[in-house]
């Protein structure tokens, strides 16, 4: 019997740093992190425990960004190490991992194993399949569409997790593997459209009305609901075109038509109704009422709760069907980010960082603008974009009223960029729960996420100078 060996004749300490690249990254990085978190506040302003948070803040982003570590096991450590070194109390720390938008990631979760489990979402999506997906890019384009649409009118949460399992079905369905471009693109079309819709309506996402509200409360300026749309619309339908020019040339897929065969067949097969999928339907079409008329009085998060515990409650789903296809890596990796964020608002690290390059400057409306629509997509991929509002909106209403500028731009400069998050799953848990999916990894996301991050910023600032002036809003 032949065979074939191969013997690899590249130097030892070659080989050795091949295999083991990973643990001495991590020591390397380790020892860095030890000796700057042995100093004693060597930065003027900023307290020993905001320093302490600032470090492990670095350290938690540069974690992420190299994956060395899976990203829970990265948020928990974050989680021990702010714990460990008292940046806050215990207590407090371990408290943020009680955040609503973890409850309603893992809701959210919990609904869509449901939904699959009932075999709900494999109906739906051959279906739309074998409708609206005839050409690969086209199924794309319509998962980007749909879920911008429905963003309009319900928070990018809930699109996400309610088109989760019908994206999964479909890959399922044409048997996508892994890195397949076609689930790769699909599933980046999801949080690209969620997100993008999110921001053109005060139903998107709580930092509108947020915003909206901490203007009222502190001049009592009024912002209404189709004032923010018409403000804010042409914004969103910008990106939304440079979206789907980027899906178009990023995604590459071949011009053919896909063989739907197998799924019209699997549509025959599927037989009637049953009264599983008709419980888990009703559940759904009530849940898509309460997250959209009642999301704001009952809050997301406990509708979701409340809706995932109904499929037990009327025998849709056993809690051994769900609990398999729940993703816990993606809700502990969203409740560390969590916890270090609302850390670093505590400790008063971001309130230093802005005071100390913000407030001394003296900027015209559009410089600050600029500026501060820089900041708020670059704080929001790391912190929730409510946090975004909360810490930036008191600084530049104070801008408003020190400089004399229409202050309801404090909220438009604020809110509308701080929802605009592409580049990593912890900064939206609509790019979470689409992350979970495993068909891009978080290079792709990154890369992918700082073209549109770069884009939004220059179609905000553009639309903002040429846009605005004609509905009032002056900038110059």
């Not at 065979?3 to 050795?16: A, E, Q, S």
């Not at 515990?309 to 809690?319: K, Q």
């Not at 296809?325 to 008063?348: D, E």
């Not at 900027?363 to 500026?371: E, I, Q, T, V, W």
Request: glycine share 8%; hydrophobic share 60%.
């Amino acid at each position: 019997m032949d065979t074939n060996f191969h013997i690899d004749t590249r130097p030892l300490p070659v080989l050795f740093l091949l295999k083991y690249k990973a643990f001495l990254f991590l020591l390397v990085l380790g020892g860095v992190f030890l000796h700057l978190m042995s100093l004693q506040s060597p930065i003027d302003g900023l307290t020993q425990q905001g320093y302490f948070a600032l470090v492990i803040f670095v350290l938690s982003v540069i974690l992420w960004v190299t994956n060395v570590l899976p990203l829970a096991i990265t948020s928990l450590l974050v989680m021990g190490l702010l714990s460990t070194y008292q940046v806050l109390d215990n207590d407090t720390i371990y408290s943020f991992f009680g955040d609503s938008a973890i409850f309603f990631i893992l809701g959210a979760f919990m609904i869509t194993a449901a939904v699959s489990s009932t075999g709900l979402s494999r109906r739906v999506a051959y279906v739309v399949l074998g409708r609206f997906g005839r050409t690969p890019f086209r199924i794309v384009l319509n998962v980007f569409l749909l879920a911008a649409v429905m963003s309009l009118v319900m928070p990018t949460h809930a699109v996400a997790a309610l088109m989760y399992p019908l994206l999964m079905e479909i890959a399922k369905a044409l048997n996508l593997k892994k890195g397949d471009r076609l689930g790769k693109f699909m599933f980046f079309a999801l949080c690209w459209g969620a997100v993008i819709g999110g921001v053109a309506t005060f139903l998107g996402g709580a930092r509108n009305p947020l915003a909206v509200g901490m203007l009222q409360s502190r001049t009592g300026i009024e912002i209404g609901f189709t004032q923010w749309f018409v403000a804010v619309g042409p914004i969103a339908l910008g990106m939304m075109l440079f979206a789907v020019v980027l899906l178009h040339r990023a995604a590459k897929l071949k011009k053919r038509t896909l063989d739907l065969s197998a799924v019209r067949q699997e549509i025959s097969l599927l037989g009637k109704f049953s009264f599983n999928e008709a419980k888990a339907a009703v559940i759904l079409i009530v849940t898509l009422y309460m997250w959209v008329f009642h999301g704001s009085t009952v809050g997301i998060a406990n509708i979701a709760l409340i809706s995932a515990a109904m499929f037990f409650v009327l025998g849709a789903v056993t809690w051994e069907e769900m609990a398999q296809q729940i993703n816990w890596g993606t809700v502990f990796m969203y409740g560390g980010a969590i916890t270090l964020g609302k850390s670093l608002t505590g400790s008063g690290v971001l309130e230093w960082l802005l005071e100390t390059h913000l407030v001394s400057l003296q900027l015209g409306p559009l410089f600050l603008l600029m500026l501060v629509a820089a900041a708020s997509i670059i704080l929001t991929e790391g912190i929730s974009n409510a946090a975004v509002v909360g810490m930036l909106m008191p600084l530049v209403m104070e801008y408003s009223a020190v400089f004399g500028f229409d202050p309801r731009l404090s909220a438009y400069m604020v809110a509308v960029p701080s929802g605009l998050s592409f580049m990593f799953p912890m900064g939206t848990p609509a790019n979470a729960i689409a992350y979970s999916s495993g068909f891009y990894t978080l290079r792709e996301s990154a890369i992918y996420g700082l073209i549109l991050n770069l884009a939004a910023w220059a179609i905000f600032v553009l639309m903002a100078a040429l846009y605005w002036p004609l509905l009032g809003l002056q900038l110059v």
